[in-house]
C-alpha cells in the first residue's frame, strides 16, 4: 500500500543554516506529494505541493522536487529563521479510487535557535 | 471564505464520560477526514466520510468510536467512555474531493 517515511528528528538548527528533510513514499499510482507544517498549538497548514514527476513546489523560501526516479519529495531551505520552528509533515494523495486518501509521515520536528 | 472549523478547541472529561467534536468544513466541502495525534507521534487517519456517509473507516477503533456528516450541519466525532489513552489532538480536515486537505486547528481532548 501507499505509505511515506520521513527523516527522524528531532532537528536543531542554528539560523541561517541550510535545512533539509528527507521524505520518500512509496506508491502504487501517480501521487501527489506535500509538505504541512504544524506551528506549536495549531493545526496542519500546507506548505508547498507537487503534482506530477520533476515538479518543484516552493513557498516561504522553501522547496521540494518531486522525484519520481528516487521516489522522493525532500524539502530544502537555504536559510532558516527562528520563525521555521515547526513540525514538518510530508504527504501523499492518491487520487485514484474514491476520494484523495491522504498518506502522513510521522513529522519531523524542527527547532532554529538564535 | 471561512476555514475548516473545530470546536471546542480544549475538552476535557473524566473517564467513562462521552467526548462529542465537531467539524465544519470549509464552504461547498463535502469530504470530511478525521485524524488523530497522540503525543509525540504523527497524524494517524480515522475515517473519511461524505455528506451521509461513511467512506472508508479503517482507522477507527472498533469501539467507543463513531463519526457522522449528517445532510445538515458539521461532522461529530463521538468517543463513548472516555478512557485516559483517547487523550490527543483530534484533526478534522476538508477537501473537494481530490487535491489539497484543508486543516481546522484542531480539539484537544485531555482525559482525567
Known amino acids: 500500500g501507499d505509505s511515506v517515511t520521513q527523516m527522524e528528528g528531532p532537528v536543531t538548527l542554528s539560523e541561517e543554516a541550510f535545512l533539509t528533510i528527507n521524505c520518500t513514499y512509496t506508491a502504487t499510482g501517480y501521487p501527489s506529494l506535500f509538505w504541512y507544517v504544524q506551528y506549536p498549538g495549531e493545526g496542519l497548514q500546507l506548505l508547498l505541493k507537487?503534482?506530477?514527476?520533476?515538479d518543484k513546489g516552493s513557498n516561504k523560501g522553501f522547496e521540494a522536487t518531486y522525484r519520481k526516479e528516487t521516489t522522493s519529495f525532500h524539502l530544502e531551505k537555504g536559510s532558516v529563521q527562528v520563525s521555521d520552528s515547526a513540525v514538518y509533515f510530508c504527504?501523499?494523495?492518491?487520487?485514484?479510487?474514491?476520494?484523495?486518501?491522504?498518506?502522513f509521515g510521522t513529522g519531523t520536528s524542527l527547532t532554529v535557535i538564535p | 471564505n471561512a476555514g475548516v472549523m473545530q470546536n471546542p478547541r480544549h475538552l476535557v472529561r473524566r473517564r467513562g464520560q462521552e467526548a462529542r467534536l465537531r467539524c465544519s468544513p470549509m464552504?461547498?466541502?463535502?469530504?470530511v477526514y478525521w485524524y488523530r495525534q497522540l503525543p509525540e507521534e504523527g497524524l494517524k487517519f480515522m475515517v473519511y466520510l461524505q455528506k451521509e456517509n461513511i467512506i472508508d473507516e479503517s482507522g477507527m477503533p472498533k469501539e467507543r468510536f463513531s463519526a457522522e456528516f449528517p445532510k445538515e450541519g458539521p461532522s461529530i466525532l463521538r468517543i463513548q467512555q472516555v478512557v485516559r489513552g483517547d487523550s490527543a489532538a483530534y484533526f478534522c480536515?476538508?477537501?473537494?474531493?481530490?487535491?489539497?486537505?484543508?486543516f481546522g486547528a484542531g480539539t484537544r481532548l485531555s482525559v482525567l
Open positions: 504527504a501523499l494523495s492518491d487520487d485514484a479510487g474514491t476520494g484523495n486518501q491522504f498518506y
Open positions: 480536515a476538508s477537501s473537494l474531493g481530490t487535491g489539497i486537505q484543508y
Open positions: 464552504k461547498g466541502h463535502s469530504h
Open positions: 507537487a503534482t506530477k514527476a520533476d
